[in-house]
């Protein structure tokens, strides 16, 4: 296939300087939260080196031109997560992050003809909203005001390591065990004087949100079908789970989580695609000193006769000296494919063998002649209009809708009508596509990896599914099949073959209450350490989880600099 990547990072010919020295630290995976740690890691002072198997820089943040002359976000297609203090103290803007707000931020087009857009506008949300409901038109405002108030309450927990229990109690000093319980005891003083603040109904509220279904919560606050389907995609993007899952409610937190250019709740494109928030965090990273390889994929770590990190073993047979590694892959892939046998503690490698890591996802990205015309708004001329600039929800007209495509891949079937996120951030980003003509990525649920009728590697299969989203988009926007250039398609299976990603899930493992805070990736082990000295993760699978929102990078990064920094005993 014609390919171009985007990557400004070394080639695979500057492998062989890898070998020259012993570096202080090594980060495997250069996708952004390995990226982020180490320009964190050279701002401290070390010498870094960053080992990318692909042939180019970002991980699931990556802008490839897969059609000639169109430019896609392959992966990950929106920003808003990535952490405020990152942008700010890597000065992403000057390396090159341009954001474009979208405004709307959602439209929902109907089959009898209705839709229903959404947005930072106060005014147009009360209107579109009323069509259908002026009970939850009146409502919507309280609603999001109270999601804004838990997010405030949760945003001090993003930015730095859970309160872990000290790993070395036996053989840590006295010293260290005092400072470990002052640090945890402090940390829970400041969560205690947020909840008192936050006040008791407001904290049970809080708690309902954490522990009920989607539904529950939606349908405690609204009535009208259209608005709580909309809404309920929040809750279940990136998962296998259905909104009448218990737990699911509090992902609903992420429609008012991120922030753009410090107004909360504002999701928006990236001029060149997602790779360019990759680009330019690879760029503060290599203006601090960090060094950069693609290509250079790591077969194993090395450990010594201590039992600590030694280094590296690359694919090409090369070693790599360190004492220090940070992981940017998965927990699985770490510990299971990358640590050599009989290292770890057998009930660590079993609470990593058996966590979730299953996934519902599909991506696929389209280059296209047209801008698909929308029957619901009676529009036939070629130029954008507000419902382009958003996220177009497909197949969600009804909360129930998504719970029947989500009982599909229970049962082993890609979903009959899959649930699809269409975005064209051409129409805001004209750097990605010819004039004229546009980029289109659909997030589809639900798919499961190994599919009981078939399989992904089948190309009739693929293109049957394929085929079977193209024709749910016609029914909305008819002659969308026919404006479709060329696609590029990533199952389950693809995600974790290309990406890295185990079992296809995009998150890294699982976000459900049990993988969350202290328990991610498992009990005993949220504080990016590992039980292999010498060896931090620094990925999605650690606190706080997926999404582009760099945190477990600069976390990690920042709990390695403090151990490097440590007094000798």
Same mark, same amino acid.
């Given at each position: +296939?014609?390919?171009?990547?985007?990557?400004?990072?070394?080639?695979?010919?500057?492998?062989?300087?890898?070998?020259?020295?012993?570096?202080?630290?090594?980060?495997?995976?250069? *996708?952004?939260?390995?990226?982020?740690? /180490?320009?964190?890691?050279?701002?401290?002072?070390?010498?870094?080196?960053?080992?990318?198997?692909?042939?180019?820089?970002?991980?699931?943040?990556?802008?490839?031109?897969?059609?000639?002359?169109?430019?896609?976000?392959?992966? @990950?297609?929106?920003?808003?997560?990535?952490? $405020?203090?990152?942008?700010?103290?890597?000065?992403?803007?000057?390396?090159? +992050?341009?954001?474009?707000?979208?405004? $709307?931020?959602?439209?929902?087009?109907?089959?009898? *003809?209705?839709?229903?857009?959404?947005?930072?506008?106060?005014?147009?949300?009360?209107?579109?909203?009323?069509?259908?409901? !002026?009970?939850?038109?009146?409502?919507?405002?309280?609603?999001?005001?109270?999601?804004?108030?838990?997010?405030?309450?949760?945003?001090?927990?993003?930015?730095?390591?859970?309160?872990?229990?000290?790993?070395?109690?036996?053989?840590?000093?006295?010293?260290?065990?005092?400072?470990?319980?002052?640090?945890?005891?402090?940390?829970?003083?400041?969560?205690?004087?947020?909840?008192?603040?936050?006040?008791?109904?407001? +904290?049970?509220?809080?708690?309902?949100?954490?522990?009920?279904?989607?539904? !529950?919560?939606?349908?405690?606050?609204?009535?009208?079908?259209?608005?709580?389907?909309?809404?309920?995609?929040?809750?279940?993007?990136?998962?296998?789970?259905?909104?009448?899952?218990?737990?699911?409610?509090?992902?609903?937190?992420?429609?008012?989580?991120?922030?753009?250019?410090?107004?909360?709740?504002?999701?928006?494109?990236?001029?060149? *695609?997602?790779? @360019?928030?990759?680009?330019?965090?690879?760029?503060? /990273?290599?203006? /601090?000193?960090?060094?950069?390889?693609?290509?250079?994929?790591?077969?194993?770590?090395?450990?010594?006769?201590?039992?600590?990190?030694?280094?590296?073993? +690359?694919?090409?047979?090369?070693?790599?000296?360190?004492?220090?590694?940070?992981?940017?892959?998965?927990?699985?892939?770490?510990?299971?494919?990358?640590?050599?046998?009989?290292?770890? $503690?057998?009930?660590?490698?079993?609470?990593?063998?058996?966590?979730?890591?299953?996934?519902?996802?599909?991506?696929?990205?389209?280059?296209?002649?047209?801008?698909?015309?929308?029957?619901?708004?009676?529009?036939?001329?070629?130029?954008?209009?507000?419902?382009?600039?958003?996220?177009?929800?497909?197949?969600?007209?009804?909360?129930?809708?998504?719970?029947?495509?989500?009982?599909?891949?229970?049962?082993?079937?890609?979903?009959?009508?899959?649930?699809?996120?269409?975005?064209?951030?051409?129409?805001?980003?004209?750097?990605?596509?010819?004039?004229?003509?546009?980029?289109?990525?659909?997030?589809?649920?639900?798919?499961?990896?190994?599919?009981?009728?078939?399989?992904?590697?089948?190309?009739?299969?693929?293109? @049957?599914?394929?085929?079977?989203?193209?024709?749910?988009?016609?029914?909305?926007?008819?002659?969308?099949? @026919?404006?479709?250039?060329?696609?590029?398609?990533?199952?389950?299976?693809?995600?974790?073959?290309?990406?890295?990603?185990?079992?296809?899930?995009?998150?890294?493992?699982?976000?459900?209450?049990?993988?969350?805070?202290?328990?991610?990736?498992?009990?005993?082990?949220?504080?990016?350490?590992? $039980?292999?000295?010498?060896?931090?993760?620094? *990925?999605?699978?650690?606190?706080?989880?997926?999404?582009?929102?760099?945190?477990?990078?600069?976390?990690?990064?920042?709990?390695?600099?403090?151990?490097?920094?440590?007094?000798?005993?």
């Amino acid at each position: +296939m014609w390919r171009r990547s985007f990557s400004s990072s070394s080639s695979a010919g500057a492998t062989s300087s890898l070998k020259d020295k012993k570096w202080d630290a090594l980060v495997i995976g250069g *996708g952004h939260n390995g990226l982020t740690a /180490a320009a964190y890691l050279a701002r401290g002072g070390l010498s870094v080196a960053v080992l990318e198997r692909r042939h180019v820089i970002g991980g699931a943040a990556v802008t490839e031109e897969l059609v000639p002359g169109f430019k896609f976000s392959r992966c @990950s297609y929106l920003q808003s997560l990535l952490r $405020p203090s990152i942008i700010k103290e890597l000065e992403l803007a000057r390396h090159g +992050m341009k954001l474009l707000k979208r405004s $709307p931020s959602s439209f929902t087009p109907c089959l009898d *003809g209705k839709y229903l857009l959404l947005g930072p506008n106060k005014d147009l949300n009360h209107s579109e909203i009323s069509k259908f409901s !002026k009970q939850d038109a009146d409502a919507y405002p309280r609603y999001e005001n109270q999601l804004e108030k838990f997010c405030e309450f949760m945003d001090p927990l993003l930015d730095s390591a859970p309160p872990e229990s000290l790993q070395c109690e036996s053989s840590c000093s006295v010293g260290d065990r005092i400072k470990n319980k002052m640090h945890n005891s402090m940390f829970w003083a400041r969560c205690l004087r947020q909840a008192a603040t936050l006040g008791q109904k407001d +904290m049970v509220d809080f708690m309902d949100l954490l522990l009920s279904p989607a539904s !529950k919560v939606l349908n405690n606050w609204f009535e009208s079908d259209v608005l709580k389907a909309t809404l309920a995609t929040d809750a279940v993007i990136g998962t296998t789970r259905s909104v009448h899952t218990p737990g699911s409610g509090y992902v609903l937190l992420h429609h008012v989580m991120g922030e753009t250019d410090g107004e909360r709740g504002i999701w928006s494109y990236v001029e060149g *695609g997602m790779g @360019s928030v990759s680009l330019a965090i690879g760029n503060a /990273a290599k203006e /601090a000193g960090a060094h950069i390889v693609t290509c250079a994929e790591v077969q194993q770590l090395l450990i010594n006769d201590s039992g600590t990190v030694n280094g590296v073993l +690359m694919a090409d047979g090369s070693q790599v000296h360190t004492s220090m590694v940070l992981s940017n892959a998965t927990p699985y892939k770490t510990f299971k494919e990358l640590v050599p046998d009989n290292v770890l $503690p057998d009930d660590f490698i079993n609470a990593i063998k058996y966590s979730d890591y299953s996934s519902g996802t599909t991506k696929i990205n389209l280059a296209v002649d047209k801008l698909p015309q929308f029957k619901c708004c009676k529009l036939s001329h070629p130029d954008a209009g507000p419902q382009h600039v958003g996220t177009i929800h497909i197949g969600s007209e009804s909360m129930e809708e998504i719970h029947s495509a989500c009982q599909d891949a229970v049962n082993g079937l890609p979903s009959q009508r899959p649930v699809i996120e269409m975005t064209i951030p051409s129409v805001l980003d004209n750097t990605i596509s010819p004039p004229g003509k546009h980029v289109i990525n659909l997030f589809i649920q639900y798919t499961p990896y190994s599919p009981s009728d078939g399989h992904w590697g089948d190309p009739v299969y693929r293109e @049957s599914f394929a085929q079977k989203c193209f024709t749910l988009i016609d029914e909305y926007a008819p002659g969308f099949s @026919s404006s479709i250039i060329g696609y590029d398609m990533l199952t389950p299976p693809d995600l974790e073959r290309e990406i890295g990603l185990t079992g296809g899930n995009i998150f890294h493992g699982a976000m459900g209450l049990d993988s969350l805070f202290l328990m991610r990736p498992v009990k005993g082990w949220s504080n990016y350490r590992t $039980p292999l000295y010498g060896l931090y993760l620094c *990925g999605s699978g650690t606190h706080p989880g997926g999404g582009v929102m760099g945190a477990p990078g600069r976390n990690a990064a920042r709990v390695a600099l403090e151990d490097v920094n440590k007094p000798l005993k």
